[in-house]
Nanobody
Framework: QVHLVESGGGSVQPGGSLRLSCTAS????????MAWYRQAPGNERELVAH???????AYADSVKGRFTISRDNAENTVYLQMNSLKPEDTAVYHC??????????????WGQGIQVTISS
């Protein structure tokens, strides 16, 4: 079993900042890519930022220059620093990780999601 637990969401005013964290735990052999997705009401889930194995990162155009994804490999944790937040960033944010388990199964795992609300 692999579990992803997110933290750091909440409600802030436009222009504010939040930092999301997601830690993977359980029967982990190695954690490969880690990413953040988000889903706003009535919308499909979309990729926000991806931290690839090896350190390369990628961002959705809508968050480039405002969001930064980083990772602590020793702690199997990925972070999303969100600055200059806009109302359109309001969504449930989900963490995703591709994990090789101790039984050598490779799977994609999701966190439960965390609410981020940007409102004045």
């Amino acid at each position: 079993q692999v579990h992803l637990v997110e933290s750091g969401g909440g409600s802030v005013q436009p222009g504010g900042s939040l930092r999301l964290s997601c830690t993977a735990s359980g029967s982990i052999w190695s954690v490969n890519g880690m990413a953040w997705y988000r889903q706003a009401p009535g919308n499909e889930r979309e990729l926000v930022a991806h931290f690839f194995t090896g350190g390369r990162t990628a961002y959705a155009d809508s968050v480039k220059g405002r969001f930064t994804i980083s990772r602590d490999n020793a702690e199997n944790t990925v972070y999303l620093q969100m600055n200059s937040l806009k109302p359109e960033d309001t969504a449930v944010y989900h963490c995703n990780a591709v994990v090789t388990t101790t039984s050598q199964y490779v799977g994609s795992y999701w966190g439960q999601g965390i609410q981020v609300t940007i409102s004045s």
